[in-house]
């Protein structure tokens, strides 16, 4: 009986070292509930085309799925496991900047790589040199939408309305506010709001008071829909437009028809009249019988720029796969080329789209 335990223990310990283990952090429930499920799908489709192809250094990769629950200690909670418990090779996620923020010391201070595949925010990949992402930062998402409201829409007086408890909302405003102003735009009323909040009818308010020309919210749809939703209840008839914190069904689904007409950045469109997008999404419908949107498109990327590091660090030696994500130059994604910068930061284009018959419609990209 001692005999065969040892040889049982001895297999599995094989097995696992066959294997290629990447942690990954998502908020699978909770309020940003459906940002984490459009990323797993994109994973799980890059997983198993990954794997079909024969995996990475004859290994296959193995995906372990953690939920946060959208909550930054429980993000913290699940990375601790995955790199205590589970050992893993390299985590990605989490989904946005302040849970990001939240794990991103952890990851460091054991040497895991860690990789985004959407938080935003300037400071994260300022925690240490094992963290990147591979989505763009806020401040090229802030300049990019405020030289759209001012260039395509328009608009010289803008306001703002800014979740305070969001690293990614309150560096979004930052970035957007600064470069409006360099191109001679005026911001003429900053508001604020927490998440969670459901009634912004007092900021609104002050906000049409002040006679903008467009409004600028750098939320997440949860928030953002309701927003949209009772500013078209006050009459307050001007352009809004906000990043890629809206990009969710959801945003519709809870705006209703007010949301007709608003503007937003992100990273992907399934309109995008490219091979690479057109074959992507084809794959994904067959898969998930829908469309994929770009929380799902930079899940998949993500996954795939990871594979590829690794394969060509021909080893999982995690200081050979930090190297070689840090010298990542033009990968192919769908969200577009992707080259990591000086700073592990992902250098790609900003998708503008416009909601339009109750869906979000593809109006240009916009590059660095």
């Not at 998502?26 to 890059?46: C, D, I, M, N, Y």
């Not at 990605?92 to 860690?114: D, F, H, N």
């Not at 994260?124 to 591979?134: A, C, H, L, P, S």
């Not at 328009?154 to 470069?179: E, H, P, Q």
Request: proline share 4%; hydrophobic share 40%.
């Amino acid at each position: 009986m001692v005999f065969l335990n040892l040889l049982l223990s001895g297999c599995a310990r094989k097995q696992e070292e066959e294997r290629i283990k990447i942690g990954v952090i998502l908020p699978l429930t909770g309020l940003l509930s459906t940002f984490g499920q459009s990323v797993r799908k994109g994973v799980e489709l890059a997983l198993e085309e990954v794997n079909k192809g024969g995996g990475i250094l004859g290994k296959q990769i193995e995906c372990i799925i953690e939920d946060d629950e959208s909550k930054t200690d429980g993000a913290q909670t699940v990375v601790t496991k995955l790199l205590t418990k589970d050992k893993v090779d390299l985590v990605l996620g989490e989904v946005v900047s302040s849970a990001t923020l939240a794990i991103a010391p952890l990851c460091q201070r054991y040497k895991v790589p860690l990789v985004t595949p959407s938080a935003t925010n300037v400071e994260v990949t300022k925690v240490g040199d094992y963290i990147f992402r591979t989505c763009f930062i806020d401040d090229f998402q802030g300049s990019a939408l405020a030289r759209f409201a001012f260039e395509n829409l328009g608009a010289r007086r803008a306001a703002i309305l800014k979740d305070v408890k969001s690293d990614y909302s309150i560096g979004l405003a930052s970035a957007f506010s600064k470069t409006f102003k360099e191109m001679g735009g005026e911001i003429v009323n900053e508001q604020a709001y927490a998440a969670g909040d459901t009634d912004f009818r007092t900021q609104l308010t002050s906000i049409k008071a002040s006679n903008p020309d467009a409004l600028f919210i750098p939320g997440y749809y949860t928030e953002v829909g309701l927003i949209i939703r009772q500013a078209k209840e006050l009459s307050l008839r001007i352009t809004l437009l906000g990043g890629d914190g809206w990009d969710s069904p959801k945003l519709v689904e809870i705006a209703g028809a007010s949301a007709e007409g608003t503007y937003f950045g992100t990273h992907f469109s399934p309109q995008q009249p490219t091979p690479r997008v057109r074959d992507f999404v084809s794959a994904f419908r067959q898969k998930y019988n829908e469309d994929p949107d770009a929380l799902a498109a930079l899940g998949y990327d993500a996954l795939r720029l990871v594979a590829d590091a690794i394969r060509r660090a021909g080893t999982m030696e995690r200081v050979k796969v930090r190297e070689e994500l840090a010298k990542t130059s033009k990968f192919t994604g769908v969200t577009g080329d992707i080259t990591i910068d000086e700073n592990r930061n992902a250098r790609k284009p900003l998708v503008m789209l416009k909601i339009e018959g109750g869906k979000p419609t593809y109006l240009t990209s916009i590059e660095l």
